[in-house]
């Protein structure tokens, strides 16, 4: 199973999509796909990390509860990040990782801000092996 990520369109806003062959990487796809929606994850470079950590009742809220924590540490902290590392426990505890560097205005050529991910088009699945975590982020 080959893990990866993507966008589709939504409106004014965007969505944003993981797929891998666990949980925690579907997460991990997902929170790449939420960068690139404002740089290119490639000129990211894994300078500092930062811990987060979410708990939630449902796949689909901890979903929504980590990308809102990246954005969160995305705005406080004026960092993009473009590696990760999530661990979730059967009581839908997460905790991860995430690698990045102060946004570089020149550099990374921010297009837009994510203002945070919503509730919107939400899903998390498991199919044929395959996790798959998805919802509209505000723009």
């Given at each position: 199973?080959?893990?990866?990520?993507?966008h589709?369109?939504?409106?004014a806003d965007?969505?944003?999509?993981?797929?891998?062959?666990t949980?925690?990487?579907?997460?991990e796809?997902?929170?790449l796909?939420?960068?690139?929606?404002?740089?290119d994850p490639?000129?990211?470079?894994?300078e500092?990390s930062?811990?987060i950590?979410?708990?939630?009742?449902?796949?689909d809220i901890?979903?929504?509860?980590?990308?809102n924590?990246l954005?969160?540490?995305m705005?406080t902290?004026?960092?993009?990040?473009?590696?990760?590392?999530?661990?979730?426990?059967?009581h839908?505890?997460?905790?991860?990782?995430a690698w990045?560097?102060?946004v570089?205005p020149?550099r990374?050529e921010?297009?837009?801000?994510?203002?945070?991910?919503?509730?919107?088009?939400?899903r998390?699945t498991q199919d044929?092996?395959?996790w798959?975590?998805?919802?509209?982020?505000?723009?």
């Amino acid at each position: 199973m080959e893990s990866r990520w993507e966008h589709f369109e939504h409106g004014a806003d965007i969505g944003v999509r993981g797929t891998g062959p666990t949980l925690a990487v579907a997460f991990e796809q997902a929170a790449l796909a939420l960068t690139a929606v404002v740089t290119d994850p490639a000129l990211v470079r894994p300078e500092t990390s930062v811990s987060i950590a979410c708990d939630a009742p449902s796949d689909d809220i901890l979903f929504v509860d980590w990308l809102n924590a990246l954005v969160y540490e995305m705005s406080t902290r004026r960092m993009l990040f473009a590696q990760f590392h999530v661990a979730i426990d059967a009581h839908r505890r997460l905790r991860a990782t995430a690698w990045g560097e102060r946004v570089d205005p020149r550099r990374h050529e921010p297009a837009v801000e994510v203002k945070g991910a919503t509730q919107t088009a939400l899903r998390v699945t498991q199919d044929a092996g395959a996790w798959t975590a998805e919802c509209v982020v505000d723009v």
